[in-house]
């Protein structure tokens, strides 16, 4: 009970002491040997010839009833790669001109449902399908996924196969929301929060892990705050000890719109405790997702407890996705993924001495130490690196379409390794760059925060219903660019691009439109404003600026 409240008011890192005396497989304190932590993700063999990493998925996931006669796709992925990874096959190429194209077939216990010609090195094709004559259940459908290929007239073909799981749910019992997964973007798609219907719309959450216990249970006027500055989403951290009170903040949050992300850190490992808030919680018209292991990695929690916690959730609703968030740097990835659809980092280097640790006066080196951000380098680039590296290794398990990956962005300090709070320009950076680097949520640690951090992410949730038009559209087309330490995201929809852009120098910097790929036209629009501008053909950032601005 202790370590609970403890934890509420403390940023997770701290616990590494209540938990044991290691953290990522580290040892940490002064009296204790270097021992190399082991759990790194395995880097993928070279291929000495070309390998296909043939991937197919369904573009939604769950489907319902309700979309048995509404036409669907299943996404074809077909990279050509020279690294091993999970499902790639050797594959013969033509020693000039075009790759050509794969013949695909889409198979449910033998029956096709779709089959088309899919370019060689092709990604996000969709081959259109319908549900019809597929009977909505609990248990997914097993797919199959064939692909045949031939070089040249004369070439004898080759043969790929891929695998894929088919979820058509039957209708929510009792009234209980659904939120889907988009494949094709990794987007959460849900119906309005106040449970008073609607039609499926992007959500891109936004909001901040939010105090429980001597915060939300005393002042429900705080919720009105949140929905007024323009957040959708709010993550209660436990422990919930007054349930009256917790039935008063969700009833709430709903009936202001507000989405519920339903933290189970205390629970997820015991199973009766995960039916029991799971069967509480279900029928919330706003729950958006569950959430279940908060750093598993870094504490001493079984590797098959995010996973087997994963499918008790999955049995008793599945029509809400799973999250977790991962601290480690590179430690047991793949086994802490499994158990979730929507894995976070939290990348916290604001403020911190990355290479020294003040709370046990020890380094901190890629075996050794607890500095608060593992294998980090004090710099922003810390959390592009983190989101690169999560994105990739999920590609390289095959998993690229079935998990999305958020952040979350430091928004405390002045406590055990953070010396200083971010400030509100800090906070965006983080923010925008997670975002430029495939994040699809913002939910930052914790609230209360300081006064310009909240208003800082308030401006920012304000842009994204405009913003994530582009950055949540299954047609964008995306461009990635860092130029002088400025990072930019390009996101092309129909002739016209979001640039959203951040400055990650403690001083000025300006970069030209003229060469940003995917960019045409003169006419720019801002969006969102914190410390840029646009004028004279440049866009112009003050120190830690972020501007966002739609061209064309």
Request: proline fraction near 7%.
């Amino acid at each position: 009970m202790l370590l609970a409240a403890f934890a509420a008011f403390c940023a997770a890192s701290c616990l590494a002491q209540a938990y044991g005396q290691t953290w990522c497989g580290k040892n940490y304190m002064k009296t204790s040997p270097v021992v190399p932590p082991g759990g790194q993700f395995p880097v993928p063999a070279a291929s000495s010839q070309p390998l296909l990493a043939f991937r197919c998925e369904p573009a939604i996931k769950p489907y319902l009833p309700e979309d048995i006669l509404t036409p669907s796709s299943f996404i074809i992925d077909t990279p050509i790669t020279s690294s091993e990874v999970v499902g790639a096959a050797p594959i013969s190429l033509p020693e000039h001109g075009s790759l050509g194209s794969v013949a695909v077939t889409v198979s449910v216990n033998g029956r096709p449902l779709a089959a088309g010609l899919v370019p060689l090195n092709a990604t996000k094709f969709e081959l259109p399908f319908t549900l019809v004559g597929l009977s909505p259940r609990t248990e997914v459908y097993d797919v199959t996924c064939a692909a045949e290929y031939s070089p040249g007239l004369l070439s004898k073909s080759q043969k790929f196969s891929s695998t894929a799981a088919l979820s058509l749910l039957p209708d929510p019992p009792d009234g209980r929301s659904v939120t889907k997964m988009d494949l094709r973007t990794g987007a959460l798609l849900a119906k309005p929060a106040t449970g008073k219907g609607g039609s499926y719309e992007t959500v891109f959450p936004i909001g901040f892990y939010t105090n429980f216990g001597g915060y939300l249970d005393s002042n429900l006027t705080l919720l009105n705050e949140l929905a007024a500055q323009g957040f959708t989403v709010v993550h209660p951290v436990p422990t919930f000890d007054n349930l009256t009170a917790l039935d008063l903040v969700l009833d709430r949050m709903q009936e202001l719109g507000l989405y519920l992300m339903y933290d189970m850190r205390w629970t997820y490992m015991n199973d009766t405790g995960v039916t029991e808030e799971v069967n509480r919680i279900k029928n919330r018209p706003n729950l958006l997702l569950w959430y279940t292991g908060d750093e598993p990695d870094g504490t001493s929690d079984p590797l098959n407890a995010t996973s087997h916690s994963y499918d008790l959730i999955n049995s008793l609703d599945g029509y809400h996705p799973v999250s977790l968030v991962l601290n480690c740097e590179n430690y047991f990835f793949t086994e802490y993924t499994s158990g979730t659809d929507i894995v976070m980092q939290d990348t916290y280097m604001i403020g911190n001495n990355v290479t020294f640790s003040s709370q046990w006066d020890t380094v901190c080196t890629p075996d050794y130490g607890d500095c608060g951000c593992d294998n980090c380098k004090g710099e922003f680039e810390d959390i592009s690196t983190r989101m690169d590296d999560f994105a990739e290794r999920l590609r390289d398990d095959g998993w690229a379409r079935t998990k999305a990956v958020w952040t979350v962005p430091q928004a405390f300090g002045g406590d055990s390794y953070w010396k200083r709070e971010p400030t509100g320009k800090e906070y965006i950076v983080q923010s925008v760059l997670g975002i430029n680097h495939g994040g699809l949520g913002v939910v930052a640690w914790n609230d209360p925060t300081p006064a310009d951090i909240k208003a800082s992410a308030s401006a920012l949730a304000l842009a994204l219903p405009t913003m994530k038009e582009f950055i949540l559209s299954p047609s964008a087309s995306f461009a990635h660019i860092a130029t002088g330490r400025v990072d930019i995201g390009v996101w092309t929809v129909d002739g016209r691009a979001l640039v959203l852009a951040t400055n990650l120098n403690y001083a000025a910097a300006t970069v030209p439109l003229a060469g940003l790929p995917g960019v045409k036209g003169k006419s720019v629009k801002q969006v969102f404003d914190s410390g840029a501008s646009f004028a004279g053909g440049k866009f112009t950032f003050e120190a830690t600026g972020t501007g966002g601005f739609i061209v064309g």
